[in-house]
Nanobody, 121 residues
Framework: QVQLVESGGGLVQAGGSLRLSCAASGRTDTRYNRGWFRQAPGKEREFVAVINWNGENTYYTDSVKGRFTISRDNAKNTVYLQMNSLKPEDTAVYYC??????????????WGQGTQVTVSS
């Protein structure tokens, strides 16, 4: 089992930045890929970014390319999502996940509880 805890969400003005963190505990010896998803009110949970187990490969959804950066520090069992040039449409609950490489929720076995990101216009 892997437990994931997100932090770093909050309220920010459009154009601002936030950095989300996701700390893993439990069975962290397994080489899980790590992803970030988000869910806005009334919408389905959608893929944001993924990073492979050693940090050498990343992939982003088109809407965040050039603005968001995913990274990981395996010594700290933590994954980060640096979000710059935030837009009101980025407002959502952000979830981190651990599992296989992929862009759907089915690719991941473990999920955090989510952290709220609100971008005001």
């Amino acid at each position: 089992q892997v437990q994931l805890v997100e932090s770093g969400g909050g309220l920010v003005q459009a154009g601002g930045s936030l950095r989300l963190s996701c700390a893993a505990s439990g069975r962290t010896d397994t080489r899980y890929n790590r992803g970030w998803f988000r869910q806005a009110p009334g919408k389905e949970r959608e893929f944001v970014a993924v990073i492979n187990w050693n940090g050498e490969n990343t992939y982003y959804t088109d809407s965040v390319k050039g603005r968001f950066t995913i990274s990981r520090d395996n010594a700290k069992n933590t994954v980060y999502l640096q979000m710059n040039s935030l837009k009101p449409e980025d407002t959502a609950v952000y979830y981190c996940a651990a599992g296989n490489w992929g862009t759907t929720t089915r690719d991941y076995s473990y999920w955090g509880q989510g952290t709220q990101v609100t971008v005001s216009s």
